[in-house]
């Protein structure tokens, strides 16, 4: 297994513009988490997938973005009518509940940049 | 709300000096605290975690403590060498949830 994959690395869309990011997860792991991370700081929650099911959506996830996880395995992110302040990295991670270490494996990220 | 604070923002040492970087989380509930390094156009990378019933933990060149009374914890390097240089994110979290609080970052350069 290579690991948590993000496509694409880099995304320039225009404002307005719908956009989807996809994830593929480590094949065991059954968690699945999409968080967001701006130039200087942490990343911050977006939402959670155990298996198929979006267990938890943070206040940042507005009615714009929506997220999938079809058959439990990769997860997409749409972002419809993009706008400036949606640019950032958007991170994917994965876990394994039950794992005696309950840290994630992130992906390398999509950044999104809106013009 | 859930916050985790983390100072300092950057850090400069000199190679072969230690490195500490000390955070404060809200949450009583939080039980698991993992520390994060990020390269350069990389995600961030689990590097040492450790766990409420735990005092303090060690892996080569790193180590972590945790004083839950005061709600503290921090990432101690040792004998630092440029390979060093990241951000490292603190995080916060409860094991029976699934969300995990993030630190600011810090900035750390190891200066050769």
């Known amino acids: 297994d290579t690991g948590v994959s993000q496509d694409p690395r880099h995304k320039i869309t225009k404002r307005g513009q719908n956009v989807t990011f996809r994830c593929d997860p480590i094949?065991?792991?059954?968690?699945l988490y999409w968080y967001r991370q701006t130039l200087g700081q942490g990343p911050e929650f977006l939402t959670y997938?155990?298996?198929?099911?979006?267990?938890?959506k943070s206040r940042l996830l507005s009615d714009r973005f929506s997220a999938e996880r079809p058959k439990g395995s990769f997860s997409t992110l749409e972002i419809q009518r993009t706008e400036q302040g949606d640019s950032a990295m958007y991170l994917c991670?994965?876990?394994?509940?039950?794992?005696?270490?309950?840290?994630?494996?992130f992906g390398s990220g999509t950044r999104l940049t809106v013009v | 709300g859930e916050n985790v604070e983390q100072h300092p923002s950057t850090l400069s040492v000199q190679e072969g000096d230690s490195a500490v970087i000390k955070c404060t989380y809200s949450?009583?509930?939080?039980?698991?605290f993992p520390w994060y390094k990020q390269e350069l156009g990389k995600g961030p990378q689990l590097i040492i975690d450790?766990?409420?019933?735990?005092g303090e933990k060690k892996d080569q060149r790193i180590a972590v403590t945790l004083n839950k009374t005061a709600k503290h914890f921090s990432l101690h390097i040792t004998e630092t060498q440029p390979e060093d240089s990241a951000v490292y994110f603190c995080?916060?979290?409860?094991?029976?949830?699934?969300?995990?609080?993030f630190g600011a970052g810090t900035r750390l350069f190891v200066k050769a």
């Open positions: 949450d009583s509930a939080s039980n698991y």
């Open positions: 997938f155990q298996n198929e099911a979006q267990l938890e």
């Open positions: 450790i766990r409420s019933n735990v």
């Open positions: 991670a994965s876990s394994l509940q039950g794992a005696l270490r309950y840290g994630y494996t």
């Open positions: 995080a916060a979290s409860y094991t029976g949830g699934f969300k995990t609080i």
């Open positions: 094949s065991e792991h059954n968690r």
